[in-house]
């Protein structure tokens, strides 16, 4: 079973309004965190916002904001205010923090997101 | 600028070659891990190192093997090239085991040809 699930193979957006980003995910691990990267077309890998499993309130980055709804196992990324320079492919990942010292991160498949002018 | 460096940008070889792929990670950082991006299998996890150390192993190919000197800079060494390795090789950094971001550098792109 895919650990990570990004549904949304594209999306598209006007400039100037707000975006969610779909994620779910799977463990049994009861302590894990959840990341949110961007990918522009140049290929680097920016990292937005993290969300541990125990953080009692949702993360938030400028206009990045996580709605983590751990009952749902759901972690999605909300975009205020969307940019011209957002498009780009954004990525969801986990990491599972019970397996000792192995800090991996497991990523979905991704988001390519438009944001039209 | 996430603070990690990583050479060459580019690499082209031909099949059955061996290439190195070099990282340094941020000042500070003691852990590096290895993720190879390509269009069928996604973003995967390679290998980890700490502090010199192998932590982890992932779906790293037996023809691919990472060590991390005493610097902390690691190297990806790539042999029996084949057309299927042709990826985006990351090398990524965190403060271990406190650091909650993998800080990732901008990637070689490695062609097989």
């Known amino acids: 079973a895919q650990k990570i699930t990004q549904t949304q193979p594209g999306m598209f957006v006007q400039e100037k309004e707000a975006v969610t980003l779909d994620c779910t995910y799977d463990t049994s691990d009861p302590s894990y965190g959840l990341f949110w990267y961007k990918q522009p077309s140049s290929g680097e890998m920016i990292f937005l916002i993290y969300?541990?499993?125990?953080?009692?309130q949702n993360a938030t980055e400028g206009r990045y904001s996580l709605n983590f709804q751990k009952a749902r196992k759901s972690a999605n990324l909300v975009i205020s205010a969307s940019q011209l320079g957002d498009s780009a492919m954004y990525f969801c990942?986990?990491?599972?923090?019970?397996?000792?010292?192995?800090?991996?991160?497991?990523f979905g498949k991704g988001t390519l997101l438009t944001v039209n002018p | 600028d996430s603070g990690v460096t990583q050479t060459p940008k580019h690499l082209i070889t031909a099949t059955g070659q061996r290439v190195t792929l070099r990282c340094s990670p941020r000042?500070?950082?003691?852990?590096v891990y290895w993720y190879q991006q390509s269009l069928d299998q996604g973003l995967q996890f390679l290998i980890q190192?700490?502090?010199?150390?192998?932590?982890a192993k992932g779906n790293i190919l037996e023809r691919f093997s990472a060590q991390q000197f005493p610097d902390l800079h690691s190297e990806l060494n790539l042999s029996s090239l084949e057309l299927g390795d042709s990826a985006l090789y990351f090398c990524?950094?965190?403060?271990?085991?406190?650091?909650?971001?993998?800080?990732f550098g901008p990637g070689t792109r490695l062609t097989v040809t």
């Open positions: 990524a950094s965190s403060v271990f085991p406190t650091g909650n971001e993998q800080y």
């Open positions: 969300q541990g499993s125990y953080d009692q």
């Open positions: 990942a986990m990491r599972e923090n019970s397996g000792g010292s192995n800090y991996k991160l497991t």
């Open positions: 000042s500070g950082d003691l852990s």
């Open positions: 190192y700490y502090n010199g150390e192998e932590r």
